[in-house]
């Protein structure tokens, strides 16, 4: 019994060595749509691999065309595709290059959606609405994608829409070391309104500083009207946090109140900054000294106001090489920096003031 005990532990531990073998010798292939090209070619030279040679363009009559001009059989593939502005656009390049791949016989498909439109349409708030999110997730689930990897989802629930592995990465360590840097005095971090009081909270514990909460009455998609303040701003710098702005009415609206509430300056950190032109207009006159975002989506040159652009592609990119190796991401979560060696070379912030 024991010599066939022993035969039969060494057949295991060969079967997983040839398992780790097969694994390893895995290829990983990165590809970009049209979304976000740079963000792609940073992750890529971080990873130190190039980007995958593949044809992305539309017709005349502005159907998408997809064609991955290399072999990828059996390849580990990561397609990078923020759903950013054009975002229907941009949304059906993911899913056809999603199609694209799994009909060339791809091992695994990650789908790497940096920013995840639709994410604010994830629930039913008022009669005969959609919940798209949950379709946007369904569709890239049945274009072939294996497993996803985004950034600060608009709400966290999101990663319950999909029926496979989600990994969801969070800004804050890219924010916090740029913020630590400019050591500023007096500090108190503001959640612009209720819903972000949780993410908020989490900055504040981790600069140590007390919470503020603006509160705000939403009067259409475009406009908002701030109450009150609740906390102490009076003779403070203050940060404001939020995951996404579009318009930036909450932003600017948000600090405006706060100066007339005594603050001495404000910033904003703000993860997806997805821009329109009124958006800048607002920008220009509020009251904000600097609005700070990362590249999940790209920005245009903007002069008249300090908008800093901190690049999330080291912490994006050490992801994707542990999800390719098989290895713990979870140590990505860790943002003071002291628990994982890892993280403080991934995540050196390259900030780029957009002028």
């Known amino acids: 019994m024991r010599v066939v ?40 030279d971080y990873i130190g691999v190039p980007v995958g040679d593949a044809s992305v363009s ?21 397609i990078v595709q923020p759903t950013s502005p054009p975002a229907n656009q941009h949304l059906m390049e993911l899913l056809i290059m999603i199609d694209a791949c799994r009909r060339a016989s791809a091992q695994r498909i990650t789908a790497v959606v940096p920013f995840f439109g639709y994410a604010r349409q994830d629930r039913k708030d008022q009669p005969r609405v959609p919940i798209t999110a949950k379709l946007v997730a369904n569709l890239i689930t049945a274009a072939g994608a294996n497993r996803v990897l985004t950034l600060d989802l608009h709400a966290q629930q999101i990663m319950g829409f999909f029926d496979i592995p989600v990994d969801h990465l969070y800004a804050a360590p890219v924010m916090y070391r740029y913020f630590t840097k400019k ?54 710098n203050v940060l404001l946090v939020d995951d996404l702005t579009e ?21 904003a950190s703000v993860s997806h900054a997805v821009l329109n032109p009124a ?16 590249d999940t989506v790209p920005h245009s040159k903007m002069s008249g106001f300090k908008l800093t652009e901190l690049t999330v592609a080291p912490l994006l990119g050490e992801a994707i090489k542990r999800i390719h190796d098989s290895e713990s991401v979870s140590s990505l979560f860790d943002i003071n920096g002291e628990t994982s060696s890892d993280l403080s070379a991934a995540a050196a912030v390259r900030a780029t003031e957009v002028n």
């Open 183 to 236: 050591k500023l005095k007096d500090l108190v971090v503001v959640s612009p309104d209720v819903g972000g009081v949780k993410m908020v909270h989490a900055y504040a514990s981790l600069f140590g500083a007390p919470l503020a909460i603006v509160n705000k009455r939403r009067k259409s998609p475009t406009e908002v009207e701030m109450l009150n303040v609740i906390g102490e701003v009076d003779g403070k």
């Open 58 to 78: 539309s017709f005349p009559d502005e159907e998408t065309f997809v064609k991955i001009n290399e072999n990828i059989r059996g390849r580990d593939v990561f």
């Open 5 to 44: 005990a022993l035969i039969f532990g060494r057949k295991q531990q060969q079967s997983k060595l040839r398992l780790s073998v097969v694994e390893s010798s895995i290829q990983l292939k990165i590809f970009s749509g049209n979304a976000n090209r740079p963000l792609a070619q940073r992750i890529a």
């Open 279 to 294: 958006a800048l207009d607002r920008l220009k006159a509020s009251e904000l000294e600097e609005l700070v975002t990362t």
């Open 247 to 267: 318009t930036a009415s909450t932003v600017t609206r948000a600090a405006e109140i706060l100066k007339k509430h005594g603050a001495k300056k404000v910033y």
